[in-house]
């Protein structure tokens, strides 16, 4: 069980980290790329090459401005915790401090679910409050071992975690970016990177882009 929860939690850092580097070095070319777009679009209306957008686009652009302006606002006034909030919070408390730990493993587990439960409830988020309440009540160290049936009990439980963590491993290996690993392991394994490929194939792109732009309207600044 801790193995899996272990390889899952490496295959999390794994993806993240190579998630964070694509996002640096080549979606940091794209914005590049798009913005080079841009400005070619509105040369060549300038130009006379292209009709101008359509006033509906822009009053489009200018509604996702204003919500995108509102939504900041929104996050930046956040609101007062609910008396539900509060309640939830309590009952996660009192479930999962670390005090009521009977020994090191077991308070280093309440501890990490009570920091979570503190960032929960800083976001005025019930559900997962509710969600790390409801994570702690069905594991098996909450399973004391005087209760009925305690042995029987944690075995269901372990063999519910584990079918949880195969299901969430699935779903990893079908995302985009696990694809994106593979590929660049793959390729790796045939002599040649494909991550340096891509950005060398996007740099490629900007570089025609600015070239572009130079004829149409002269040096990009």
């Known amino acids: ?46 130009a006379g090459l292209r009709p101008p957008a359509a006033d509906e ?4 652009e200018r509604t996702d401005s204003a919500g995108t302006a509102a939504m900041s606002f929104q996050c930046s006034n956040r609101s007062q915790p609910s008396d539900e909030l509060k309640k939830v919070f309590r009952d996660v408390a009192k479930s999962i401090h670390p005090d009521l730990a009977a020994d090191g493993p077991e308070w280093s587990r309440r501890h990490s679910l009570m920091a979570e439960a503190n960032r929960a409830y800083a976001e005025r988020d019930a559900d997962r409050l509710r969600l790390i309440l409801h994570a702690w009540q069905n594991h098996p160290d909450s399973i004391a071992d005087d209760e009925p ?13 584990l079918a949880v ?12 970016i696990h694809r994106l690993k593979t590929k660049i392991e ?18 490629a792109e900007v570089g025609r882009a600015k070239a572009r732009l130079v004829k149409l309207r002269g040096p990009v600044r």
């Open 165 to 176: 963590i195969d299901a969430e491993f699935a779903e990893l290996r079908k995302s985009a």
């Open 57 to 60: 686009d822009l009053e489009t």
């Open 186 to 203: 793959s390729t790796r394994a045939e002599g040649w990177d494909l991550f340096a490929e891509m950005r060398l194939q996007v740099k």
């Open 1 to 46: 069980m801790l193995r899996r929860e272990s390889e899952l939690d490496a295959l999390k850092v794994e993806l993240q980290k190579l998630q964070s580097r694509y996002l640096g070095e080549i979606g940091s070319l794209y914005r590049e790329l798009s913005e080079l777009e841009d400005r070619i679009f509105e040369a060549e209306v300038r």
């Open 149 to 161: 049936n305690a042995t029987a009990r944690r075995v269901a439980l372990l063999e519910q975690q």
